[in-house]
């Protein structure tokens, strides 16, 4: 029998910038694969509206309010879990600004946010994760969510564009890393996608012309395309794969 199941149950994942958008459609796509989540944002209206979808699978859900650039109250709540087996390391933002005009303020956060924090979240997780016995046997699986900007350059992307070029490098070498314990990582990278951090951008119909225009399928994706791939890396469907990065792009950086 060759077909590896998606199957999650008695797993249990931690979604960072769980309360919209891609965050919102991993968790609860995680949990209709079975497994148990922990679900982190600033804002419990949101976070309550997830758990109750959640909950709708028959999977526990802990949510959490929190700003994960704040690393000791993030590194308390994960210190707390008893377990974790899927990290999708997915808070991040964007200011696009042209690169003569960054504002310090702008390229302090995303690099703190993007970067730093991502960082810090990751390497807790994989403690975390090897606190478990059996961790070798029963494997992890870090996702982080990068961008098709973490692979081509874009305009009034410098700061972000570095930012996931340089989460690239670092899913690479977390993988290699975590290989011997069994705890694989990969990246996934969206073009764009309408959620309410992009829904501002794509206003402008000239940018939302150029942007459809260098994708050859001709369609922005949606939070389900990227989800479906979370859960992918999450299961055992993807138990060889680590170290690289699935682009749900419509073949932009295939030009």
Not at 115 to 126: D, K, P, Y
Not at 152 to 181: C, Q
Not at 207 to 216: S, V
Request: charged share 20%.
């Amino acid at each position: 029998m060759y077909l590896k199941k998606t199957n999650l149950k008695n797993k249990i994942a931690i979604v960072t910038g769980a309360g919209k958008g891609i965050g919102r459609a991993c968790a609860i796509a995680l949990a209709e694969a079975g497994a148990n989540l922990i679900i982190i944002s600033r804002t419990k209206k949101d976070l309550d509206n997830v758990s109750k979808i959640i909950r709708k699978f028959k999977s526990k859900c802990s949510s959490f309010v929190c700003d994960v650039t704040n690393y000791k109250q993030i590194k308390q709540i994960i210190n707390k879990q008893t377990k974790i087996d899927i990290l999708v390391n997915n808070a991040g933002t964007n200011f696009p600004e042209h690169f003569t005009k960054v504002k310090k303020q702008h390229f302090d956060y995303m690099v703190k946010l993007n970067t730093e924090a991502t960082f810090h979240i990751a390497q807790l997780c994989a403690l975390k994760m090897l606190e478990s016995k059996k961790r070798k046997k029963i494997g992890g699986s870090i996702i982080n969510m990068s961008s098709q900007m973490g692979h081509v350059g874009g305009p009034i992307r410098s700061v972000y564009n570095m930012t996931k070029f340089g989460l690239e490098g670092l899913t690479k070498g977390m993988a290699i890393d975590l290989a011997k314990d069994n705890i694989r990582v990969n990246a996934v990278c969206p073009t764009f996608i309408i959620t309410p951090m992009t829904k501002k951008f794509l206003k402008n119909k000239n940018f939302k012309k150029n942007m459809l225009n260098n994708i050859p399928l001709g369609r922005f994706a949606e939070v389900g395309d990227v989800a479906n791939a979370v859960v992918f890396l999450a299961s055992d469907a993807s138990s060889m794969i680590t170290g690289t990065s699935i682009l749900i792009d419509g073949g932009w950086t295939a030009q």
